[in-house]
């Protein structure tokens, strides 16, 4: 419930990336790891590339070089292995944060080497 209050504040205000990094960091469920690696995202049929910059079992936080609409439904693909559908829960200055939508096993699975120390 309260996640669910904060992404509706979030999408109201005008934050820097770092605002946003701040304000997550402090209601994480899983440990994020710093990635540097390329992505793609499918948004209403259409594909976007772009840069996975952090990931956890639970999220991932990407560079995109267009605007992408909070609260858009998307798939993203990392490494050919990571196939998942994701909630866009915040953007700002090129970023983008996504929620997955499955569990965090799956997601693990899906990562592969990414994957390790995550929890």
């Excluded at 960091?25 to 499918?42: F, G, Q, T, Y």
């Excluded at 605007?67 to 292995?81: A, G, H, L």
């Excluded at 939508?101 to 994957?115: C, E, F, Q």
Aim: aromatic share 4%; net charge positive.
């Amino acid at each position: 419930m309260q996640i669910n209050l904060l992404e509706t504040k979030l999408c109201r205000m005008h934050m820097t990336i770092n605002d946003v990094k701040n304000i997550f960091k402090s209601i994480r469920k899983h440990n994020r790891k710093a990635i540097d690696v390329p992505a793609e995202l499918e948004v209403d049929g259409r594909k976007v590339s772009c840069v996975a910059y952090d990931v956890s079992l639970s999220g991932v936080r990407l560079k995109v070089g267009e605007p992408i609409k909070e609260n858009s439904q998307v798939i993203v693909k990392i490494r050919d292995k990571l196939n998942q559908v994701a909630k866009v829960v915040w953007s700002a200055e090129g970023f983008v944060g996504l929620n997955f939508n499955d569990n965090p096993k799956i997601v693990k699975s899906g990562l592969g080497t990414l994957a390790i120390n995550l929890n």
